[in-house]
Structure formats: C-alpha cells, structure tokens
C-alpha cells in the first residue's frame, strides 16, 4: 500500500495549524505590539541574550543549586531539561528554575514552560502571540510547536538555570566562566 505523507486529513489539519500560526504571527504586529514577533533564526542572538543564562557548577551539584536558588523564590520548582530543542543555551541535563509570572505579561523572547497535550512539561521561547494563545519554538527547532501555550498549560518562567561543567553547553558557556559565576556545594 502506497502511503504518502503529504496526502489525508493530518496533513490537511497540520496545514491549517500552520497556515494559522502563519497568519498569528502576522496579526501579531498589529494586535499585540507588546510582543513583536520573533524569528528563532534571524534573532538568536537577541533570544539568547534575553534568557537567563546558566551558572556552571560542580558535576552532579546542578540540580542542588537550582533547589536552593527555587528555595528563594515564591512559587518556585525546579525541573531538570531533557532534550536538544533548546541547545546551545540550555543542554540536556541543564536544572531550571521555573517561577511564577503573570500570564498576561509575558513578552516575547521569553522562555516558558507548559504542560503539552501529550502530559509532558516543555519549555520553549514565546516568538509570537495569536487569539489562542501564545506561540513557541525551541532555539534548536526549525519550526514553532504545534500548540499554544495558554492560561490553561501554563506553567511559567525560567528565571534561573545551573549547568554542570561537564554538559555540553560548554562553548557556549565558556565565555561566561568566571570564578564569580562558580558555584560549590556547600
């Protein structure tokens, strides 16, 4: 049996969402100037300027630090990244802490975290803003998610991130390393 991909109704569906996404991110210069749209490719280097950077630490301390800097902050939790999607900045195994930020200020630019449809938490860029919500991207992804992230998946932001210093953020990092942005186990 002969099956393309590109025929049937998932393909007609997936070509609606992005066609609709499409015309969000168009809308969204004239609907919601607070958040300009943002192309991972063209502005990765604005992105990556605008998200909290990791703080290296001591092998196997990374997800400790991000316990005791949550520990400060209202709200806060600390999740452990899994994946490529948000390489060079944030490398599998990088802990994050998320904190609570009111959904009706977030910009674009920032990294946030919601529930997917799928039960998972996915931590993402906001490039963009449409009527049902706001849209995603991973730096490392070619293409924005599928989904939206809404008051309804919400989780909230990265405000801090700590990576070992045997991840593999290490070029990217390797300009920041400074004995001021150590941190031990104490």
């Not at 005791?68 to 195994?93: F, T, W």
């Not at 490039?127 to 809404?150: A, M, P």
Request: hydrophobic letters at 40%; aromatic letters at 10%; proline letters at 5%.
């Amino acid at each position: 049996m002969n099956c393309s991909r590109n025929s049937g109704p998932h393909f007609f569906a997936t070509f609606l969402r992005r066609a609709s996404v499409v015309i969000a991110l168009a809308g969204s210069i004239i609907f919601f100037p607070g958040c300009t749209s943002l192309s991972v490719e063209r502005d990765h280097s604005e992105i990556m300027a605008r998200l909290p950077q990791p703080q290296l630490v001591i092998p196997g301390h990374a997800m400790e630090a991000a316990c005791r800097a949550a520990a400060h902050e209202p709200g806060g939790q600390v999740l452990c990244g899994a994946g490529n999607s948000m390489k060079p900045i944030y490398a599998d195994g990088t802990a994050v802490v998320v904190g609570h930020y009111d959904y009706a200020k977030l910009q674009c630019g920032m990294a946030v975290v919601y529930w997917s449809h799928r039960g998972y938490r996915v931590c993402h860029v906001i490039i963009g803003h449409f009527y049902g919500g706001y849209i995603v991207q991973g730096l490392n992804n070619n293409r924005w998610d599928n989904e939206y992230v809404t008051p309804e998946n919400y989780v909230g932001v990265i405000t801090q991130a700590f990576a070992s210093f045997d991840t593999r953020a290490q070029p990217v990092l390797a300009s920041t390393i400074t004995p001021s942005t150590q941190i031990g186990a104490n």
